[in-house]
């Protein structure tokens, strides 16, 4: 059974970075294109990034040249440099597959930007 383990999180003020690691036990990491997603109070679990077995990337606009994702696959682990935070950055954050069939949801980790 694949276990996903998000941390990193925590409280920073606008303008702040954060790093962000994913690291995935029980599966062949690096046979995964992998992305990271949030959930703020409100919304429904988005996209926010995502990197392929080869290392190519795709940004949601919300994040593009702000957020940079890169994984480790020596390591089973995904990161997600986080850089110029805004409030509206604030949700929980999850790491799964890129993929329409995703394992089972880790704890997420909480981003919150403020003041």
């Known amino acids: 059974q694949v276990q996903l383990v998000e941390s990193g999180g925590g409280l920073v003020q606008p303008g702040g970075s954060l790093r962000l690691s994913c690291t995935a036990s029980?599966?062949?990491?690096?046979?995964?294109?992998m992305a990271w997603y949030r959930q703020g109070p409100v919304n429904q679990r988005d996209l926010v990034a995502s990197i392929g077995t080869e290392g190519e990337t795709y940004y949601a606009d919300s994040v593009k040249g702000r957020f940079t994702i890169s994984r480790d696959n020596a390591k089973s682990t995904m990161y997600l440099q986080m850089d110029s935070l805004q409030p509206e950055d604030t949700a929980v954050y999850y790491c799964n597959k890129n993929h329409w069939s995703q394992w089972d949801w880790g704890k997420g980790t909480l981003v919150s930007v403020s003041s």
């Open positions: 029980g599966t062949v990491f690096r046979r995964y294109a």
